[in-house]
Nanobody, 114 residues
Framework: VQLMESGGGLVQAGGSLRLSCVTS????????MGWYRQVPGKEREWVAG???????KYGDSVQGRFTISRDNAKNTLYLRMNDVKPEDSGVYSC?????????WGQGTQVTVST
């Protein structure tokens, strides 16, 4: 099982960015998927999740600004980030739960400038 993120980069505060996570198998095979971010010196933070029934949940800090979605035909998970803030900077990783364990991508760096 492989997950590979892309779409990170440098963006100005208030701007938008869309992250992608391509999986090596059907999105439907994952019980749940999510996005996490990590900043050096801090614990990894859960950002958003999407579940097999399509339900979505968000962390308080991104609620109303970020949207998690999936394209089943493309085996891709997305994170649309709007109105980004400097505190949204970090390495964003996608995770999928499959066959009783978590599978992680390598991460993509997002840097929000003021």
């Amino acid at each position: 099982v492989q997950l590979m993120e892309s779409g990170g980069g440098l963006v100005q505060a208030g701007g938008s960015l869309r992250l992608s996570c391509v999986t090596s198998q059907s999105i439907f095979s994952f019980t749940a998927m999510g996005w996490y971010r990590q900043v050096p010196g801090k614990e990894r933070e859960w950002v958003a999740g999407i579940y097999s029934n399509g339900a979505t949940k968000y962390g308080d800090s991104v609620q109303g600004r970020f949207t998690i979605s999936r394209d089943n035909a493309k085996n891709t998970l997305y994170l649309r980030m709007n109105d980004v803030k400097p505190e949204d900077s970090g390495v964003y990783s996608c995770k999928g739960y499959y066959w009783g364990r978590d599978w992680w991508g390598q991460g993509t760096q997002v840097t929000v400038s003021t």
